[in-house]
């Protein structure tokens, strides 16, 4: 009998955690700081949840609509883009405002680009860049919140805080992004299932805390980190597999540009809250290259080499 081969694509090594499992455990680790956040802010806070995520549901199905695809409920991505996106967001937010960058998240950045896996860019991160760029007149009023009777106003705009209250949360910033203890259960629960490369959120902090002890002491070093947004985007949007490099070295050099310009253009003070954000898309704007130029392939003597030297 002859001997068969069976011929077949890529990939070959397969993990138990399928995509919409993934996805699922996102959205657990996401649980925290939108519990948290709507205790914080209230009915408001969980109005955008609800409308960001809604939407962002609604727009795909339509985009599967128009393109003659099934919707897949099971497919929970919209769910992920929706919560990161609502989260990153002030609680005073428009909701015309959350509407507009659900359509943009979904479909622009995702759908029109072939869906999962197929965007260059993180949908939510980009839709909160264009959200940044629809609202800076009124980033004061926004990032300003009365708790439990004291004001608060942002840093970028002017307001001071302390760091008991932005660990525990009693500070200003989008509706799950105040709370560092939530966002921290949420990055030990996913580095535990192993969803996320957890060297990209602690190599991003520790670039941001070297850069920023340079010109700072630590108090003012730990305050500025753990305000504006930083510590969320390390751990829900820096870690998304599909804008994040596959390479060894592409991630470390990835980490580490976005910690160290991130430290740098918050000095400036010229993007406010916005800062890592933008500075997130821009590193993003780079994967490509850096899992071209990073990309390492065994020699014939048991050495590697970087592949762009071939």
């Known amino acids: 009998m002859e001997q068969q081969f069976v011929v077949s694509s890529s990939p070959f090594i397969h993990s138990k955690n399928d995509i919409n499992r993934m996805f699922l455990y996102i959205a657990l680790a996401l649980v925290f700081p939108t519990f948290y956040g709507i205790l914080l802010f209230g009915i408001r806070a ?63 950045v995702k759908m029109a680009f072939g869906g999962i896996g197929r965007n260059y860019f993180n949908p939510a991160l980009t839709a909160r860049c264009v959200a940044g760029m629809m609202i800076p007149a009124m980033a004061s009023e926004l990032y300003s919140v009365t708790i439990a009777g004291d004001e608060y106003i942002s840093i970028a705009s002017g307001g001071t805080n302390s760091l008991s209250n932005l660990l525990s949360g009693q500070a200003v910033g989008g509706i799950g992004t105040t709370c560092i203890i939530m966002l921290l259960i949420g990055f030990v ?109 065994p020699t014939t003597l048991g050495g590697y080499r970087n592949a762009h030297k071939n």
């Open 46 to 108: 969980f109005i955008i949840i609800m409308v960001s995520v809604g939407f962002c549901a609604l727009f795909e199905a339509l985009y599967n609509l128009f393109d003659k695809k099934k919707f897949i409920l099971e497919n929970t991505s919209f769910l992920i883009t929706g919560l990161i996106l609502a989260l990153s967001l002030p609680y005073k937010t428009p909701i015309y405002v959350v509407i507009i960058c659900d359509f943009i998240a979904i479909v622009v």
């Open 189 to 297: 629960v996913l580095s535990y299932l192993q969803i996320i490369e957890s060297k990209i959120p602690l190599l991003a902090i520790l670039s941001y805390i070297v850069v920023s002890l340079i010109t700072h002491d630590i108090d003012t070093m730990a305050i500025n980190l753990f305000s504006g947004s930083f510590i969320f985007v390390c751990v829900f949007v820096m870690t998304d597999p599909n804008t994040s490099p596959n390479t060894f070295f592409g991630k470390i050099v990835y980490s580490v540009a976005f910690g160290s310009l991130s430290a740098l253009v918050w000095d400036l003070g010229v993007l406010g809250e916005n800062t890592v954000f933008v500075v997130a898309l821009f590193v993003n704007m780079f994967v490509p290259l850096m899992d071209k130029y990073f990309i390492v392939r």
